[in-house]
């Protein structure tokens, strides 16, 4: 969702918030860093050096409320922290994530398989979908590539 300054400030204003600095500070962090599934501290620790003033429990509070915007949405990994990442409004449905056991690189991953599945649901059950999310482990090339060569 690239939104414009004024247009950003339109959203908070609709849907009931106020757009502080803090909070445009961090969706601004968060979509210009597509794909890398940012967790709260990671974006504590980012903003910090611009923003001295800010704390992690308005990163906390800001994370929760632009979630609930629909401007970010979260995402877990079985890696112990909730990241986040921009929402896309290209996009019919979430993308899909490629996540490495080994060294816990995500990668995006945006074949959706799934409009088929989807379809059925429908049509079995009368329930309509609206988002899906699925999450692939494995191992990642480069780590099968370490692996073979034992390095």
Do not use: W
């Amino acid at each position: 969702m690239a939104l414009e300054n004024t247009t950003l400030k339109n959203l908070f204003h609709r849907k009931g918030y106020k757009m502080t600095p803090q909070r445009e500070a961090i969706y601004l962090l968060v979509k210009s860093r597509r794909g890398s599934h940012l967790s709260s501290e990671e974006i504590f620790d980012l903003l910090r050096d611009e923003h001295p003033g800010i704390g992690l429990a308005t990163v906390y509070r800001a994370l929760r409320v632009l979630e609930d915007m629909g401007l970010l949405h979260s995402l877990y990994l079985n890696d112990g922290k909730i990241r986040y990442e921009a929402n896309d409004d290209t996009e019919d449905h979430r993308h899909h994530h490629l996540v490495c056991l080994d060294c816990g690189r995500v990668e995006e991953f945006a074949l959706d398989l799934l409009g088929p599945l989807e379809k059925m649901v429908q049509e079995k059950s009368g329930f309509t979908v609206q988002d899906h999310s699925v999450k692939f482990y494995g191992i990642c090339t480069t780590c099968r590539k370490v692996q073979k060569t034992g390095s």
